[in-house]
Structures are given as C-alpha cells and as structure tokens.
C-alpha cells in the first residue's frame, strides 16, 4: 500500500527550508489575507521590504472554487514564512448565511449580502492566527475606496483592537497604482506573475454568490453584458423551456432538506446553486450605496440563494403573525445595513439576531417552488405550525368566524376618521364638508 505524503515532502525544498527559517526567525510576524490574486501576491514581498516582517499568509476557502494547493505553493515561492488554507465553507453557511436568511436581510431591496456575509468571519480567522502566530499586525489588500476594508477592519477592531492594521492600498509606502505597475514590482525581482483567467470584471465569489463589476457596468446607460458575464447562471432567456420545481424544507427557518432529501448547508447550497443556476435564477443588477459614500454598479449571481429567500419568506408567511411579520419586515432592513457595514459583531446585531431567533422556533416545514427562466414563484408550503386555518379563511362561511362580527370591529377601527369628519363638518372645513373640493363630480349619464 502506498503511504500518504506528508505535507512538507509535497512543498519545495525551498519553501521547507523557509518554514524552518521562519521558526527561528526573531522578526516580527504580520498575518496577511491571501488569495493569491496579483494584489495580495505583491503585497509579500512588499511588507518584507518596506516592514521587515516575517509575513504569514492566511487563504480562507469560503467556497472561491480555486486551486489551493497552487496558490499556497505560489505564497511560499513568493516569500510567506508560512501558508494556511482554512477550509470555512461550512462555518461560512451555518454562522454567517443562515442568520441572514432567517432575518430575510436583503440591501436596498435586491442584493443578498454575498461579500458582505463572508467578510466578517475571514476577519475573525486572520485573528485567529495572529493570536496562534503571536503577530503584531494584520495586513489586508481591500482598496481604499471600497466596502471590504470597512467589514475586515471592524472585525478586527471587535476581538483584537491592540494589533496594528496594515491597508497596503492606503499605505504611504504603496506607490502602485494599477495592474501593470503591481506585474513590473513582481518581474523587477524575479518573482512569478499569477496568471489568472480574468476577463477584466472585478469578481467577488464563494459558495453564496459571484459580484461582477466595471467594464460595461460602470456606465449606468448600459445594459449588462451577460453572455460575456456570467460563470454561474445561464442567461434567463436560454433556461431551458419548462421549467423545474424545487421543494425546500426547514427546521426553525434553516434548509435541510432539498426535493425530499436531507442535506448538510454545504450540500444544500451546491446543489441549488446548480438547479437555480440552470433556470436563470437570482441575477440582479444593481447600483447600491457603499458604506464609504459612493454608488457602485454591480451584477449578483445568487441562484441558490435567491431560491432559499424565496422560499424562507413563503414559510414566514404561514407561520408568523402579523404584528411579528411585519415589524421583522422592518428589522430585517437594519440586520442589511449592519450586515453590509461590517457591523456584524456589535451588540445591536446580537439582539437583532435574538429577536430573528425567537420568531424562528415554529418556521418549520416545506415549500415549493416553480423555476422559469428566471422567475421564481410559489407552488405550495406547509407547516405544523402554520396560521393559517382554511374554516376562517374560506369564502363559505364556517364556524369560527361570523361576517356580522367585523361591523363592530370597522366601527371601532374607523372610529378615529368619523370623528375627524364630523369634526370637520361642524367647522366647515376639511375633506368631509358637503361640497369638499376633494370630491369630483362625475358624470352621471
């Protein structure tokens, strides 16, 4: 039988011996966010030159789909003393994206918090390891115009408010300002230029969504190019005719179960991700307001989850209440902005979160969906605990509910607007005096 090769026989003898190297070293440690993307790629040998640290570069797999093997090698060849790949797929759906879900958070009415849910937990990881690493910063390569230096500093700040931060885009020390000038400080030393498939759009992407910005988007006139565009959604006018019912189950507002069978979140979300993806589901196109004070463009591809809020607002509805439902309507806004803002480890996001959870206890049971070419609609729910009773409810009159019962009720509701008018009639003026201009005269032949 062959054995297994350890992890240290697979790496480079050059990048063991650097590990070593690394242990021994008596320099300072700086974590550093890596994707292993151009930016983050420069940034190692920026900080040694411009830090003098021994840089620990820390990959967070939120569901990116790229290869990590590959770009740990490439960190270590780059000059990271050390790389860490943490798979957090299922953290990420089971903290970050069922809190959401059971809020129904949506940002400005459309975008379902693809970025913004995965930020928060990547901060908290990097300082995990800075605390394991006995670091004495954090580095990050968000620019300094955009949200995510906002979620991954306010992280940060929540557990770990004595380490420094260090943003290379905002550095006084960082004299890059485009691509061509990051790949020339690369090939200036000799070191490897990351090739990555790119098509120009600025992407954002893990086991929740895919973001696309600039090019065509950055004009507001135009239209989206999405047969250029997308990766993980087929454009709605190409679904395939028909269409495809989907059934949803859940336990206390979380999915566990998809067309009768049960899945963990990590399954759930691949295989809707697929089935919305293959009926254009969940695309959005939208110019949002960031945090920083700027408009952005942007197109979400969100097919899995764009199927689970569809069907987690239909189990809302059969089993919350009226004054519940709709002052969770309300909160639901606040829990997008914090969510958007990087506020999610703040006390107000907890005890918005403790009202969601307490609204959630009877959101159990199953709805189905119609997919079609881009459009989602209901096709059935149920629910033990549902409230909704068909004897009231039903056009033929039943037991539970006398007609004759809503004068008195419309008497009392209405009592305020009669009092008003007669109010106003007394006096003269208003909208209920006899010859009120508010009402017009018809034609009565």
Not at 32 to 47: E, H, K, M
Not at 144 to 169: C, H, M, S, T
Not at 215 to 239: G, I, Q, S
């Amino acid at each position: 039988m062959a054995t297994k090769k350890t992890e240290a026989a697979e790496k480079p003898a050059k990048a063991v011996k650097a590990e070593k190297a690394a242990k021994k070293s008596k320099k300072d440690k700086v974590v550093l966010a890596y994707s292993g993307g151009l930016d983050t790629t420069v940034i190692i040998p920026w900080l040694k030159e411009n830090y003098d640290y021994d840089v620990i570069a820390v990959c967070i797999d939120v569901g990116q789909g790229d290869d990590w093997k590959a770009i740990k090698k490439r960190a270590l060849k780059t000059g990271a003393s050390a790389c860490y790949v943490v798979d957090a797929r299922q953290e990420y759906i089971e903290e970050y994206i069922w809190p959401a879900l059971k809020a129904n958070a949506v940002y400005e009415d459309e975008y379902l918090l693809g970025t913004s849910t995965a930020r928060p937990l990547i901060g908290k990881i990097l300082v995990e390891y800075a605390r394991q690493e006995k670091a004495v910063a954090i580095c990050h390569g968000a620019t300094g115009k955009g949200n995510d230096q906002v979620r991954f500093e306010l992280a940060i700040k929540a557990f770990a408010p004595d380490l420094k931060v260090i943003a290379a885009w905002r550095d006084d020390k960082w004299n890059m300002d485009s691509r061509e000038a990051e790949i020339k400080y690369l090939e200036d030393r000799g070191l490897e230029v990351p090739m990555k498939k790119d098509q120009s759009y600025s992407r954002d992407e893990n086991i929740w969504h895919l973001s696309h910005e600039g090019l065509e988007l950055e004009k507001t006139e135009n239209e989206p190019n999405y047969k250029h565009m997308l990766k993980n959604t087929v454009v709605p006018e190409e679904a395939k005719e028909g269409g495809e019912y989907v059934k949803i189950e859940f336990v206390k507002g979380i999915p566990v179960s998809v067309n009768g069978k049960k899945m963990n979140g990590l399954q759930i979300m691949t295989e809707l991700n697929k089935i919305g993806g293959r009926n254009g589901v969940g695309l959005v196109d939208i110019c949002e307001n960031r945090c920083v004070g700027m408009k952005s463009r942007g197109v979400y591809e969100t097919p899995g989850g764009a199927i689970l809020y569809a069907a987690h607002r239909m189990m809302d509805h059969i089993c919350l209440d009226r004054d519940t439902y709709h002052y969770k309507q309300q909160l639901s806004i606040k829990v997008a902005e914090l969510i958007y803002d990087g506020k999610w480890f703040t006390t107000l996001f907890d005890s918005c979160m403790a009202f969601v959870d307490k609204t959630e206890e009877t959101v159990t049971g199953w709805v189905q969906l119609k997919l079609y070419k881009g459009s989602i609609r209901g096709a059935g729910s149920s629910s033990p605990y549902s409230l909704y009773n068909e004897s009231i409810a039903s056009f033929t009159t039943g037991e539970l509910y006398n007609h004759k019962d809503a004068e008195g009720f419309i008497t009392l509701f209405g009592l305020p607007l009669k009092v008003r008018a007669m109010m106003e009639q007394s006096t003269g003026t208003g909208q209920a005096v006899i010859k009120s201009k508010k009402l017009k005269k018809r034609p009565t032949e």
